[in-house]
């Protein structure tokens, strides 16, 4: 869905913010888009260029960027990671490297009000999360973005479910 409305809208720059392993990067490059990746980890950087993506090592509240360079952005379970006070700094950055009219796609779980390291992860060491509600990470993203589109997504979980944001700068 935001890759057809990329292409539909002739918007072929795409910047991912956490990019991990660059499964996501490889999907929007195979399918005709430049796209960067950026991790605030050095190894997942390495793991990308690996691949052959362009990716840097960046932390996402200072993007190292020209204003406006992108006609999108793609991030997808990276800011839940950032405390809440800090979320603001990090939403203006994105809308800064946008392109007016630039497309943002951003993908969390969520849906209860918790900040904190997550007893019930999965990891260990156990990790720091940022939960919003859908009130609030909406009321959020509005300060910053025209919200096009949310969703929320039931995946089994009781607590949680997945946030699906499609926003316009």
């Not at 039931?154 to 499609?166: C, K, P, R, S, T």
Request: charged letters at 25%; aromatic letters at 12%.
């Amino acid at each position: 869905m935001f890759l057809s409305r990329l292409q539909r809208e002739n918007r072929a720059k795409l910047l991912e913010i956490g990019a991990g392993t660059g499964r996501d990067s490889m999907f929007f490059e195979e399918n005709g888009l430049l796209v960067t990746a950026t991790d605030l980890s050095g190894e997942m950087v390495l793991l990308c260029r690996e691949k052959g993506l362009s990716a840097e090592q960046m932390d996402a509240s200072d993007l190292q960027f020209p204003d406006g360079h992108f006609d999108g952005v793609w991030t997808i379970n990276c800011l839940l990671h950032v405390p809440k006070r800090d979320l603001p700094g990090v939403l203006a950055e994105v809308r800064r490297v946008l392109k007016p009219g630039g497309l943002f796609y951003f993908g969390v779980y969520g849906g209860m009000d918790f900040e904190g390291v997550w007893e019930a992860d999965r990891y260990d060491p156990k990790r720091f999360f940022s939960f919003h509600t859908d009130a609030a990470i909406q009321e959020t993203v509005r300060r910053f973005f025209t919200l096009e589109s949310f969703r929320t997504i039931d995946y089994g979980n009781e607590i949680l479910h997945f946030q699906a944001m499609v926003l316009r700068r």
